[in-house]
């Protein structure tokens, strides 16, 4: 099955820095990138997501960028917040209408 | 409109032990999904179903059986509980564009 690699597992920042998360896959067929965001005892929320339509999108702090010809996409904070803090999921589609999950990182935002 | 909701929220049982855990959505969503997730680690796919009538086997299927009982419920069996089997389990639901919005979460022990 697909296999996606997510780097670095932890990431610790100081407030207003920015953060970076990559993950790295092997299918060439994936065409949907989402990332999610896990907080402590919760479940996952997804807080954006790419298409291979298209190589970036924003969202006010946060953006991906996507590069299938390299296959990897990247989740970029900027302005890093205390509320930042949790555990942040990179994932592909299969292509069977279900999504394979990085591992995860863990990105804590020293005040 | 509650989206994804699961019962029960904690569960322990004993090896040997059966229980279903119950899934629904009210998102009007095709696809439901079942991840267990370990300690530290990602999510990996049990069962999904991609509409209804159908399921399919994910990532970690064995020890588990799965029923899509109609559009809005999906729910997972343990027939036999296992030690192994202790996780958080989070049913999750696909919208058209692949999109997954998840559940609360299942927090199952297995003495």
């Known amino acids: 099955g697909e296999n996606v690699e997510q780097h670095p597992s932890t990431l610790s920042v100081q407030e207003g820095d920015s953060a970076v998360i990559k993950c790295t896959y092997s299918d060439s067929a994936s065409n949907y990138f989402p990332w999610y965001k896990q907080e402590l005892g919760k479940r996952p929320q997804l807080i954006i997501d790419i298409r291979s339509n298209v190589g970036e999108k924003k969202d006010q702090r946060i953006a991906v960028t996507l590069n299938k010809t390299a296959k990897h996409f990247s989740l970029h904070i900027t302005e890093t917040q205390p509320e930042d803090s949790a555990v942040y999921f990179c994932?592909?589609?299969?292509?069977?209408?279900?999504?394979?999950f990085g591992s995860g990182t863990r990105l804590q935002v020293q005040p | 409109n509650a989206g994804v909701t699961q019962t029960p929220k904690f569960q322990v049982l004993k090896t040997g032990q059966s229980m279903t855990l119950q899934c629904a959505q009210d998102?009007?969503?095709?696809?439901m999904y079942w991840y267990r997730q370990d300690p530290g680690m990602g999510l990996r796919l049990i069962y999904y179903s991609a509409s209804e009538g159908t399921t399919d086997k994910g990532e970690v299927p064995n020890g588990y059986n799965v029923s899509r009982l109609n559009k809005r419920e999906f729910s997972l069996r343990l027939e036999s509980a296992a030690p192994s089997q202790t996780s958080v389990y989070f049913c999750a639901s696909g919208g058209a564009f692949y999109e997954q919005f998840f559940g609360p979460g299942t927090r199952l022990t297995v003495l």
């Open positions: 994932a592909l589609d299969t292509g069977r209408r279900a999504l394979t």
């Open positions: 998102m009007n969503h095709n696809s």
